[in-house]
């Protein structure tokens, strides 16, 4: 205080005094309160997760994550993490949990936990108009072109499967579908759902084989070792569908899609 | 103290803060998948070298003619000199990448066969812009009272530029150029968004396909180091080199 | 040589394009008899180094007529530049290339614009050099030189090449008296040589010791026109006089 000039003293000390005040209360507030649950997503992927016109969170996913807040009696915070990062930002505490359309594969279980499995699903091929290929099947031969999403069920079923045919791996969903579109690639392999919407917006220039070649569940993602989280979560999963509001969100935002599959019988998510 | 010791502290220090804050992190690391998948980074390595390589010399080239063009008489000739080098300046090389790609080749139907010579030719106008501007800047360095020298012994215009000019502006540019290369091959890391398997890419796939956090972050950035320190030591070798005061 | 000017005229533009113009050779005339050494003198401004540039085919100007032994200067830039390379010019500074060593400096001429192979370039310049005290510099950069190396290299590089003529642009003004003093001391050597030049200067002293003819250029004119001794002796022109007490007291 001896280096600060008489008039100013009285001000920082007043300053200072409120600053420490408020701290003290703040963090009694705090501890209070109950500590928020972060839910990793990339807001990418309507309509289960996407932003609103006001870029606010939306779609299916954020529901479900509001609505396990809410069981948990704790304010759900949503981080908008791209896809492939989601699995080191769970590990590094950067979130609580992941909920994000995330397939439980055996290589994810490795790293991290999930809980048991809300949704029914499995990949899907959008093909370009012109290209020969017909099914999955068709894909491992010379001069096919593969068109997957960086971190996607996708992109691991393609390396693992595709020894003959170029894997073109992308960014984001946009531009594998540009690629198919564009004729650079004969097919892209997502899941059922954004196939539909795709080939729906595009129908003069794609076809869609929608139903799956391989079946995949989504799951909540969680830390290993974070056993009580894990147990919440899956009560809360059971509770919310003997309650039908699987049914509910299914009917808000997938109405057409559900239509759709159902006049194809090809399976339906929840 | 002698440099090398300075240089080796500091090294020390940012290490012994780094490995303290990974160890603070509690996220059993799993290093062996970097030696596990050495091949795809030695692959992504030597792509981006190549893919680096290719563009530098392009957008010399670009840049030398483009810095010309913007000192043209003919106006129409400037112009369009300005209006590229302001586009591609005022532009992020992601939305270039982008357009460059997914609107501009599409029109012209080039095939994904192509893909590789189009996310060089993107690159090396994005860099030719800002050569262009450091050779311009060099070109305007030279006084005219050598200009005046080189007419007086009757040197053609053609001989000054390549005689007086040029040889002088090549060593005032030299350190800028230098810096541009740097960014050169840290920008290559960008082609991967249109599915381009350099370095970045590469890493990150491997990422992807172990689960790895960040395992596979650190051979990137040394990988990086591997050419942009000899690049950055070369360039002040050559200054030093060819330093002389101007008279 | 005989130099003949009449009505030579010479403006120049506002580079900020105001469109006004200074006149800055106002119908200049001068005629010489057959000497060896023209010096022009004159206040600064008054239009010697525009005269000098214009002699040199450096400049064309706006009219008027410079003829040399008879032969007129040709006007257009191809012509001027096969002109310039029979000529020599040096002027106040700047003259060398500061990315080449002295030598260099001296050989790109005669390699580039005169045809010669390097070892016969390199024969050429030795001797000169020996007799200038050069040679210990040769491999020197510009900026590694005093100016008055500098300029009795530039003095040498326009000489090697074997001109009619050469002309010099003030060279010594830029130096400080001790340099200035070596670079005269050449100037005297050349005039010794039978070497015919065209000098503007400040250094009466100089003057006196080199000039066959002096002409005074004032406003754009010639003022004052004769022989070295009519002139610094034996003039009654009020501002030459005045211009004299002025630059030998200076």
Not at chain 1, 34 to 62: C, H, I, K, N, W
Not at chain 2, 78 to 98: D, F, M, N
Request: charged content about 20%; glycine content about 8%.
């Amino acid at each position: 205080m001896s280096a600060i000039p008489p008039p100013f003293r009285s001000l920082v000390g007043l300053v200072g005094g409120m600053a420490l005040w408020t701290s003290f209360v703040g963090t009694a507030v705090l501890a209070v309160a109950a500590e928020p649950l972060r839910v990793g997503m990339e807001l990418s992927y309507p309509p289960f997760e996407m932003t609103d016109p006001q870029g606010r969170p939306a779609g299916v996913s954020v529901r479900l994550a509001e609505a396990l807040g809410k069981h948990l009696g704790r304010p759900v915070v949503i981080e908008n993490i791209a896809f492939d990062g989601l699995i080191p930002a769970l590990k590094s505490r950067g979130v609580d949990c992941v909920i994000s359309s995330m397939t439980a594969t055996p290589e994810r279980a490795k790293s991290i936990a999930f809980s048991e499995p809300y949704l029914k699903t499995g990949l899907a091929l959008l093909i370009a108009k012109a290209s020969p290929v017909q099914a999955a099947g068709d894909l491992d031969a010379t001069g096919r072109i593969v068109a997957v999403k960086q971190g996607t069920t996708g992109q691991q079923w393609a390396a693992a499967s595709l020894k003959k045919a170029t894997v073109l791996v992308l960014d984001t969903e946009a531009s594998a579908v540009l690629e198919v579109l564009q004729g650079r690639a004969d097919v892209f392999i997502y899941d059922s759902m954004s196939v539909y919407t795709n080939h729906v917006r595009h129908p003069h220039r794609t076809r869609a084989v929608l139903t799956p070649f391989r079946e995949e569940s989504w799951a909540v993602g969680l830390r290993q070792g974070d056993d009580d989280l894990r147990r919440q979560v899956n009560e809360f999963l059971e509770a919310f569908r003997a309650d039908g509001g699987f049914e509910r969100l299914g009917d808000e935002f997938l109405a057409e899609q559900k239509a759709y599959f159902k006049a194809h019988s090809i399976p339906f998510y929840f | 103290m002698p440099r090398w010791l300075a240089y080796l502290i500091v090294l020390a220090v940012l290490t012994s803060a780094a490995a303290a804050a990974f160890a603070s992190l509690d996220m059993n690391w799993n290093w062996s998948i970097v030696w596990e998948y050495r091949e795809a980074f030695w692959r992504g390595w030597w792509t981006t070298l190549a893919l680096s390589l290719a563009a530098l010399v392009a957008s010399s080239l670009i840049g030398i003619v483009a810095a010309l063009m913007l000192r043209s008489p003919i106006r129409l000739v400037q112009a369009a000199a300005r209006v590229y080098v302001e586009l591609i300046r005022g532009t992020p090389l992601l939305v270039q990448l982008l357009i460059g790609w997914y609107v501009v080749a599409a029109a012209l139907r080039i095939g994904t066969d192509h893909r590789y010579v189009v996310g060089v030719l993107v690159l090396s106008l994005f860099s030719g812009a800002y050569m262009a501007e450091i050779f311009r800047g060099g070109l305007d360095a030279i006084p005219k009272t050598q200009l005046d020298s080189s007419r007086a012994i009757g040197l053609t215009p053609w001989q000054t530029l390549r005689l007086v000019v040029l040889p002088q502006a090549v060593r005032i540019v030299l350190p800028s150029v230098a810096g541009q290369f740097v960014s050169l091959v840290k920008d290559s890391s960008l082609l991967s968004v249109i599915s381009i398997a350099e370095f970045t890419f590469n890493a990150r796939n491997v990422n992807s396909a172990t689960y790895s956090t960040l395992e596979s972050y650190l051979p990137l950035a040394a990988g990086y180091l591997a050419v942009t320190l000899p690049l950055a030591a070369l360039s002040r070798w050559l200054e030093r080199r060819f330093r002389y005061e101007a008279a | 040589m005989k130099l003949a000017i009449h009505g030579l005229v010479q403006r120049f533009v506002d580079p900020r394009g105001s469109r006004e113009s200074a006149t800055v050779l106002d119908d200049l005339e001068l005629v010489t008899g057959d000497i060896q050494a023209l010096v022009l003198v004159g206040p600064s401004g008054g239009g010697k180094s525009t005269l000098l540039r214009i002699l040199a085919g450096l400049d064309v100007p706006v009219a008027g007529s410079v003829a040399f032994d008879g032969v007129p200067l040709p006007r257009d830039e191809g012509a001027l530049r096969d002109y310039r390379r029979t000529v020599g010019t040096v002027f106040q500074a700047y003259n060398l290339f500061p990315h080449l060593t002295a030598l260099q400096n001296l050989l790109l001429p005669l390699v580039h614009v005169h045809g010669l192979t390097e070892p016969e370039a390199r024969e050429r310049v030795r001797e000169p050099l020996e007799r200038f005290g050069l040679t210990p510099h040769v491999h020197k950069r510009p900026a590694e030189l005093s100016g008055g190396q500098k300029q009795r290299i530039a003095i040498l590089r326009a000489l090697v090449v074997r001109p009619r003529r050469l002309f010099l642009d003030e060279p010594t003004s830029a130096l400080d008296p001790e340099m200035t003093g070596e670079v005269l001391e050449m100037i005297a050597e050349l005039k010794t040589l039978g070497t015919q030049f065209v000098l503007v200067t400040h250094e009466m002293g100089c003057a006196r010791r080199v000039a066959d003819e002096i002409a005074f250029i004032a406003d754009g004119r010639v003022a004052v026109h004769g022989t070295a001794t009519e002139f610094l002796d034996q003039t009654t022109d009020a501002r030459v006089r005045a211009f004299l007490q002025r630059t030998l007291h200076a």
